[in-house]
DNA sequence: TTCCATTGAATGGGTGATCCATTTAATAAT
DNA sequence: ATTATTAAATGGATCACCCATTCAATGGAA
């Protein structure tokens, strides 16, 4: 059987690329006889490879953001791989918001600035698959959030307060024209805005990625039932105001207060609570 | 110029396929004549499609982890797309923890189980790109970890004690025997124990992925200069003395005094925590 | 000269055919 | 019955194209 070559005819052109690749270690050769080397596994297939040697790139600092990777044709025969399996690679480092490829004459695939919305989609899927549960997000979320205020009350800057004053305004004014749609994109904005006073990106990422599920069955509800959260500018203010005198026990008392009353508003006819309502629409949030 | 046709003779059998896509839309008729019909940008393209489609039939439930999905080849012509371009999509929702490829007969594209460890890669990636700083995430590790001691207090079983000291068991084994690098390793297990026993998996995996990228450093610092945390076991067992009888207010103080300790460890001679070096091996933590 | 249309090359997007390697079930040989 | 062989299905990878978009260079008209 280790003999048997391959019935077709033609055979073409193989191992024509320059760099073929190591990883066809003949088979063959090492059928029974003298060799008590267990090469190890070796699943590893060619896009992971390639995938890693550009994380690797990125993570030793000779690619940044900005930077461009030679066009595919070029960098498939530099990697000895043909185009296709290239691609692979770059789709996937692409949705992983590491890369962004753009077409045309001085297109090309360039590093991203991070993309902090990419964790939405590592909650959504999580959620989708059934690995967490929306009990555990909207718990996780709460605690979260009362960290949140802690660090945004020690940290917050003029310039954040001004813009949750801002994001307060708009949501009165959607709320005076009867825009609850809107209001609950404002609500959305507040917690951005709220998770981005502390000061700590990493923070803020995990917080978005969380409100932003959150947000989803807000919307959900408030579409298909047209209730509204009461007073919720006016409670915002209070909020706003213990945060700019920096009383976190007020603050942090405040805001739980108003997670409960909205959980209690989402938990009532639980039935149109469903995760595929909610989770619908998959791609929002990566709105580019 | 728009009615220029291909200057190649062959051209092939093509919209052979029976659901030629709805994409090619013909650009050449819309010339200048008499359609205000502005057609959205559609630049979406066909692998965004393709996983789209099938995050949605993950979202309604239609597939769960464990389904398999059609073969490349039919699937392919199901969704009326060359076999390329719907790898493309199944390597990115590989990558993303949503599928898993499988050769042989047999084989296929099959849903899985969430795999939690795909926020580390996150967080990776937002580290390698600048996204996020060192700083920004220990901060945010001290914070949360804080928060969880709570949770952890609170809700940790009598099984996630258990487990925590058989970690410790394991950590004075490898104490005792000098293996340095090991007990980085046991530390990064506390950590993981220490976040299952809040029973929340969201922010379990936030912890998870934020210690993961931390326990990078320890273990280069370690690796690169011999130095070890000294009573380490000892401080441990400290610790979950205070968990284990609820006292949240000391097993909070003895936690964050140990990480300060933790980061002043790695902050003495800073030259040697370059990220590249602890980022350096980008596969760990995807091991299969 | 200035401005605008045309052209052409580079690049990502996508296709189809073909082959390879692995896996498993069915089949044949012992 | 057990074991080796075969065959088929499937993912992995390659090659050779073609298309659509983009943009710099070119060239002609104002």
Do not use: W
Not at 179 to 197: G, I, N, P, Q, T
Request: charged fraction near 30%; aromatic fraction near 2%.
């Amino acid at each position: 059987m280790s003999t048997k070559s391959s019935p077709r005819a033609p055979q073409r052109s193989r191992t024509a690329s320059p760099n073929r690749r190591e990883r066809a270690v003949d088979h063959r050769a090492a059928g029974a006889a003298a060799a008590p080397t267990f090469k190890p596994i070796h699943t590893r297939r060619t896009f992971e490879e390639i995938c890693e040697r550009i994380r690797e790139q990125l993570a030793l600092g000779v690619l940044k953001p900005g930077d461009k990777l030679p066009a595919e044709r070029e960098l498939a025969q530099q990697l000895g791989v043909s185009r296709n399996v290239l691609r692979e690679a770059l789709r996937s480092l692409e949705m992983a918001g590491v890369l962004r490829l753009q077409k045309g004459v001085k297109g090309g695939a360039f590093i991203q600035q991070g993309d902090t919305r990419r964790m939405n989609e590592v909650m959504r899927d999580m959620l989708s698959l059934g690995t967490i549960s929306v009990r555990e997000l909207s718990e996780a979320r709460v605690h979260v959030l009362d960290l949140v205020v802690q660090l945004a009350c020690a940290n917050a800057r003029r310039a954040d307060l001004d813009a949750l004053e801002a994001n307060i305004e708009r949501t009165e004014l959607a709320t005076r024209e009867g825009r609850l749609l809107d209001r609950v994109e404002c609500s959305r904005e507040f917690y951005k805005l709220l998770a981005a006073s502390t000061g700590n990106k990493v923070i803020a990422m995990i917080v978005d990625s969380v409100t932003e599920i959150h947000m989803r069955f807000v919307y959900a509800k408030v579409a298909s039932s047209g209730v509204a959260m009461a007073r919720l500018a006016e409670k915002r203010r209070q909020f706003l105001a213990a945060l700019s005198e920096r009383d976190v026990a007020l603050a942090s008392r405040l805001l739980r207060s108003h997670l409960e009353s909205v959980q209690r508003m989402l938990e009532q006819d639980p039935g149109a609570m469903s995760l595929h309502v909610a989770l619908a629409d998959v791609q929002p949030g990566m709105r580019r």
